[in-house]
T-cell receptor
Framework: SQTIHQWPATLVQPVGSPLSLECTVEGTSNPNLYWYRQAAGRGLQLLFYSVGIGQISSEVPQNLSASRPQDRQFILSSKKLLLSDSGFYLC???????????FGEGSRLTVL | GNSVTQMEGPVTLSEEAFLTINCTYTATGYPSLFWYVQYPGEGLQLLLK?????DKGSNKGFEATYRKETTSFHLEKGSVQVSDSAVYFC??????????????FGQGTTLQVKP
């Protein structure tokens, strides 16, 4: 069955500190993987997607980066967090054939 | 370009009231259309979908019909419950991006159902 694990579930970090959010998936192989962000009171914004190991595409310029060290692992990082990085971060992959997204339960980041 | 517009919330209803959340889209060709739901503190779950014109998606008493002539995909439910309180997102994936997961989301509509 399809499963996405995200951790940590909740994180409070000071401005300028580093960040690492991890996403691992089960029940699929060689998936496209996605990081979306939901800022307070706003919709979802696609941040990064990956079509394979080591392949990362960025959708918007920002303070964050992503990596895919293994087929089923997708990591979101920052060297120095900004207040504007606060939000709810969701990892996802598409089911076939219609491309609907299956989401993890998210990681809520608060930068103080 | 491709975009999705939803009615602004919050929408506040009494239990057993009729629900409509409007969604219109702009896209080239024939996109697939989706409604996702986000319950408090949780991630998003697919609620229903439609992949071609005149298709009706339905799930848990919710329905939405793919209307090409009006470029709409309005969400409806005949009788809402308190447990339906959540944020609802309309989304599309262009045909050129089908099977890739590149969804374009509306801004979300918060529904509050009071007993």
């Amino acid at each position: 069955s399809q499963t996405i694990h995200q951790w940590p579930a909740t994180l409070v970090q000071p401005v300028g500190s580093p960040l690492s959010l991890e996403c691992t998936v089960e029940g699929t192989s060689n998936p496209n993987l996605y990081w979306y962000r939901q800022a307070a009171g706003r919709g979802l914004q696609l941040l990064f997607y990956s079509v394979g190991i080591g392949q990362i595409s960025s959708e918007v310029p920002q303070n964050l980066s992503a990596s895919r060290p293994q087929d089923r692992q997708f990591i979101l990082s920052s060297k120095k967090l900004l207040l504007s990085d606060s939000g709810f971060y969701l990892c996802a992959y598409p089911t076939r054939p219609t491309g609907e997204l299956f989401f993890g339960e998210g990681s809520r980041l608060t930068v103080l | 370009g491709n975009s999705v517009t939803q009615m602004e919330g919050p929408v506040t209803l009494s239990e057993e009231a009729f629900l409509t959340i409007n969604c219109t889209y702009t896209a080239t060709g024939y996109p697939s259309l989706f409604w996702y739901v986000q319950y408090p503190g949780e991630g998003l779950q697919l609620l229903l979908k439609a992949t071609k014109a005149d298709d009706k998606g339905s799930n848990k008493g919710f329905e939405a019909t793919y209307r090409k002539e009006t470029t709409s995909f309005h969400l409806e439910k005949g009788s809402v419950q308190v447990s339906d309180s959540a944020v609802y997102f309309c989304a599309l994936t262009p045909k050129s991006s089908s099977n890739t997961g590149k969804l374009i989301f509306g801004q979300g509509t918060t529904l509050q159902v009071k007993p």
